[in-house]
């Protein structure tokens, strides 16, 4: 049917729970039917893991009530209004609460691609808990979107989806962010980890980018991640990424969600190279520990003198999430040849802030005992196996040159008793 024909009072139930695909793989068109059309139909959920589309804004919120796993993407004005109710969870852990019924799924909304000869639907853009949501749903509802990719993996067969809305719009898209001179040094530290046939798993954004533009002397990098960002495409493009010393999936990267641009879905349409796989794939410990050489790159709004990583709220504040962080850094840490990498920049606001800190002031998002690596611009701080004494130290050596001697005061104690 056409979007114009969607009446989904036809579909759903007062009281319903629904599913939506996330991050650029988010059904645009079935978002603005339920906006439209939700208050209408009365006392209706939904959980989206991330947005980056903007339709998700206060003056909607009674339409439906909006879960997520943090504020993530576009977010941040629904958390700022008391409108988005916040679930504490990996990213890899959504798929099993979708099946166990712990987070419910009466209605799953996704975007899909055309149908291939056998009636089945690609993924496109996002795979991570989407078949999860369609498993479990009473409804299935496909935004059948012919601007999406075809991606190999993971497929959604015809039969599984009641009602199909067919539609022809560009996907959301990510635009590449501004690199500047403390993306660029953060990098520099980060880059002397990602030797020839490491397997890298990064996100996206300026730090992640300017990473990826100083890997093009490698050989034969792997790619297992939860996301890919249009970064990686020079990568392929150069020869650089070819999974192949990877001990499983040799040739093939490994991704649960495609961020980017137009350049990056192109790029995946239909590309062998790339397949698309479920979080209980892309973040599970058994595939992981089966991988040599795997840097993990990942970010932190602040970090405390002994090591416990805040990636979630600032204060008042609900600026992250806990996404993937802690699989891929206990995979990293573990991993032989590999690291974990945490970064951030060693300020916030104008310089004024130390993102070192005595103590946080958010929740711990990735605990002590299990971060490797931290890095800003001032270098990188190997945490991994030493004692809390020495941990102080060497964050303090890579904090801002403003905040060091404050820094020492404050980690006086630990250092003097132990702990």
Do not use: W
Request: glycine share 10%; charged share 20%.
């Amino acid at each position: 049917m056409s979007p114009a024909d969607l009446d989904l009072s036809r579909y759903l139930k007062p009281g319903d729970r629904i599913v939506f695909g996330q991050a650029c793989g988010e059904p645009t068109t079935l978002v603005e039917a339920l906006i439209a059309q939700g208050a209408g139909i009365g006392n209706l959920s939904a959980f989206i893991a991330t947005s980056f589309s903007g339709l998700f804004v206060p003056e909607n919120a009674s339409a439906f009530r909006l879960s997520s796993m943090g504020a993530i993407g576009a977010l941040r004005s629904m958390t700022k209004a008391g409108a988005l109710d916040v679930i504490p969870v990996h990213v890899s852990q959504v798929g099993p609460l979708i099946a166990a019924g712990v987070l419910p799924c009466d209605v799953a909304m996704i975007q899909v691609s055309p149908a291939d000869a056998d009636g089945n639907h690609s993924c496109g853009l996002i795979s991570d808990y989407v078949r999860a949501a369609v498993d479990k749903a009473r409804v299935v509802i496909a935004e059948v979107n012919d601007q999406v990719p075809y991606s190999h993996g993971e497929l959604i067969p015809g039969s599984a989806i009641d009602v199909k809305v067919q539609v022809s719009r560009a996907p959301v898209e990510v635009a590449a962010a501004k690199i500047g001179e403390t993306d660029e040094a953060i990098a520099r530290h980060c880059a002397g980890y990602i030797g020839d046939g490491s397997v890298i798993q990064t996100g996206v954004g300026a730090v992640p980018d300017a990473i990826l533009r100083l890997l093009h002397d490698r050989k034969d990098l792997g790619v297992h991640s939860g996301m890919l960002g249009d970064g990686l495409v020079d990568l392929f493009e150069a020869g650089v990424i070819t999974n192949a010393r990877k001990e499983i999936d040799r040739g093939v990267t490994i991704n649960g969600a495609l961020i980017g641009t137009k350049r990056l879905y192109d790029f995946a349409d239909k590309n062998p190279a790339i397949r698309m796989t479920p979080t209980s794939y892309t973040h599970d410990a058994a595939v992981l520990g089966q991988l040599s050489r795997l840097v993990t790159i990942n970010s932190a709004l602040e970090v405390d003198l002994t090591g416990q990583v805040n990636a979630e709220q600032s204060g008042a504040a609900y600026m992250g999430g806990t996404g993937g962080q802690v699989d891929f850094v206990r995979a990293g840490a573990r991993s032989p040849g590999g690291a974990a990498l945490m970064v951030l920049a060693s300020t916030a606001k104008g310089g004024t802030l130390s993102k070192i800190v005595p103590s946080l002031a958010g929740p711990v998002t990735t605990a002590r005992t299990e971060v490797d690596v931290i890095v800003t611009e001032y270098g990188a701080a190997e945490l991994k196996g030493q004692t809390l004494a020495e941990r102080t130290k060497r964050l303090i050596a890579i904090a801002h040159p403003d905040f060091r001697e404050e820094l020492d005061r404050a980690a006086h104690q630990i250092q003097t008793r132990g702990f």
